[in-house]
């Protein structure tokens, strides 16, 4: 069984403490195919304390996901959920 495990955190702004409703980690195959991996919402004290915003408590997710069945060569991404609107953003 091949896992992929992450566990981070993300803002759409820190400076506005814009924490997104959900994230959704996204491999993309070489067609284009997304295949969306659900996270859970983790504290980030160590987040907030850096940037002294308590807001940005709530910026952490994680996933652990069993990625077996894929083949090939995929790009990760994370798909945001803000309200009704999904946002695409490529990962670093």
């Known amino acids: 069984m091949l896992h992929l495990n992450i566990h981070d ?21 070489s067609e284009g ?5 659900d996270t859970k919402r983790t504290q980030r ?19 652990v ?6 083949k090939g060569h995929y790009s990760l991404e994370f798909g945001v959920l803000k309200g009704r609107r999904t946002l695409f953003m490529p990962s670093i």
């Not at 803002?11 to 409703?21: G, I, N, R």
């Not at 996901?65 to 894929?70: F, K, M, N, R």
């Open 65 to 70: 996901a069993d990625v077996s069945s894929l």
């Open 9 to 29: 955190w993300l803002a759409a702004s820190v400076e506005h403490a814009d924490v997104p409703d959900t994230v959704y980690l996204v491999l993309a195959d």
């Open 33 to 37: 195919k997304r295949f969306f991996i």
């Open 45 to 63: 004290p160590d987040v907030r304390a850096h940037f002294n915003k308590i807001s940005l408590a709530s910026t952490g997710y994680a996933s």
